[in-house]
């Protein structure tokens, strides 16, 4: 039996919310591997009730800043499914736009600002502002712009406002839209400068197979306003029997409920999107994979960077045609109204830039919501977190205390968790 | 000397930090007037001597009461930061409910360890002496750097103190509540550019209220437009029920009130 040590982080860092990093070890025998959750329960579902539903995509908004403008989608889908509403193709339009909008802000603060510190072996992006200007100048560029298709359709990117069950509180017009095309426009250089930075990266290898799911749409659009959800295992689920694929538990460690999958241990992000679909990403985003070098079948979960990185290049695309095809007639569209007005339940499910995400919503007669569920991609991706830890940690025994907790910190940092989200 | 800040979070979406990361055209500039020691959202770095603490988030779990009174004791000046650290904010819609009902709500009953929650969501002013607070769920960017600038020389950071109806009115847009939409616009503290409205969601008053707020008066004014005055009440809970903030409301428009 070897001498016992324990390596603790507390409160990792460069990620959203508060985490715990607590490993024993005896000789290198592994005790305890485990990501503590240790972030404030807010209770959110309960929140929910009550409350009438044109509110429920503000409130629910509020469970993240990151993810603000996917919570509201969700949140605004799931109504939409419970009172009988078809949203038309213009506002399905502005709202894929919102969305991608938030996917480019979200993978470049996680890959410029939260993980390419640790490429240059700096503890944050600051010293980088003197060391790697132009790194820096474009990180900043391409954030602002992501910020600004926010701004311009629901009025900040942060808790965004103009959601409505079959409507828009305000449609960007002609001018608005008209500023953003020029900007994308321009932006494709640093897209191409992001892709070439992180093609000249090399991260640890922690292969290790495990179900990766996604909720794909129909149409061959890549996913991320939702539909049903398919495993690599081939399954495919309906969103409002998720359910049956996606299994609630608590652990003792962990404010945020694990989530296990049919078969066992799931992954959801832009890794599994990937694998999943990358057949459906735009040629410039299959060539930033190609440069990536980055494997379809990639087990790797420091592989989710450069799978950011190539959603980057999806939806900074993405956005520049729904930008384009709104300047053609960007009129706003006749509200679409409730096929079922005395309410239901329904089901939101969307690809936010962490992974699936469900809101699941019971509306009454009056207007009001019932009872209200979420499972948030964090939640989904905890279990998988920790085995990759275990995996990580027999090659890292030999090394010092301090240096395991960084290379396990850089672990947890890949999959960008968003942890006061996942508890909620 | 530039003046050493630090950011911390107590219950909250960290979205208000994430507002500060999106001063983007002047973080450069930023970074050279303030040295920022800790801010883990961003950073690794953990320095525990700091002149300023900005704080997000309001107070949910046992914890949070002697870790805000330990940044108390450092910091010369604590700003609090956003609807949750300055009003408890949407986390304090629960407070009506006691807490045992929603950990079997949610945790299958569970109120230990990870699990534990204090009885009401409260903001940090019930804690520890604020200096100065941003408003806003989220708070406003460019808010946040007028008020680093006043820290920096010294002076008070600005808040309004009139209505959000002022700014609706200052930038045309069309008044909701007259169109029968439960606005809180004429009790709701400004300083937001009443951008809400604008995007065709009525205010919340996620900054709280201002000098002199007739709740009455709005109550009144939810009836005439078809509304019901327990309406008004309700809507006020979104961001404003922390005991404290609660009282004057509800004694002026009772959420008991069948009208």
Known sequence: MGASRAVVVRHVTRIEGHGNIVVDLEGDRIKRCDLEIVESPRFFEVLLQGRPYDEAPRISCRICGICSVGHATASVHAVEAALGITPGPKLRAVRRLNMAGEWLQSHILHVCFLVAPDAFGVPSIVPMVGSHPDVVKRALRLKRLANDICCTVSGRHVMPISYHAGWMGHWPERVELRALQERLIAAEEDLDALVELFAGLSWPVVERRVEHLASLEDGGAYPMMGGPLHSTSGAVTAPEAYRDALHEYLVDHSAAKHVRGTDGTIRVGALARYALAHQRLHPRAKDAAARLKLRADSANPFDYVAAQVVESVQAHQEALDLVSALLVDPAPEAPARPGRPHGGRGVGMVEVPRGTLVHDYTIGADGRIKSANCIIPTSLNLVSIEGDMRAFVPSLVGRPSPEIAHALEMLVRAYDPCVSCSVH | ?259
């Open chain 2, 1 to 259: 000397m530039r003046p050493r800040v630090a950011f911390f979070s107590f219950g909250s979406c960290e979205g208000c930090q994430l507002q500060v990361l999106s001063v983007e055209d002047v973080l450069p500039e930023l970074l050279s007037v303030v040295e920022v020691v800790n801010f883990r959202e961003a950073m690794d770095d953990r320095g525990d001597d700091y002149d300023i603490a900005f704080v997000e988030g309001s107070l949910v779990k046992p914890d949070d009461v002697a870790e805000l009174q330990q940044i108390r004791a450092r910091a010369k000046i604590l700003v609090a930061i956003g609807a949750c650290a300055c009003l408890g904010g949407v986390n304090a819609m629960r407070n009506r409910r006691p807490v045992t009902e929603l950990a079997r709500e949610v945790y299958d009953g569970r109120q230990d360890g990870v699990f534990a929650a204090l009885p009401d969501a409260s903001p940090l002013s019930s804690v520890v002496q604020v200096n100065y607070e941003i408003r806003g769920c989220p708070i406003d960017r460019i808010e946040f750097l007028e008020a680093v600038r006043s820290l920096i020389a010294g002076t008070v950071p600005y808040v309004p103190p009139f209505a959000v109806c002022v700014e609706c009115t200052l930038r045309g847009t069309p008044c909701l509540l007259e169109r029968g939409i439960p606005c809180l616009g004429s009790v709701a503290r400004a300083g937001c550019n009443a951008v809400c409205p604008a995007y065709g969601a009525p205010c919340e008053a996620c900054r709280g209220f201002h000098e002199v707020p007739n709740f009455e008066a709005l109550g009144e004014a939810f009836f005439r437009h078809g509304m019901t005055r327990t309406l008004a009440a309700e809507k006020l809970q979104l961001f404003n029920n922390y005991r404290e903030v609660r009282e004057a409301w509800e004694q002026a428009v009772p959420s008991s009130s069948a009208t």
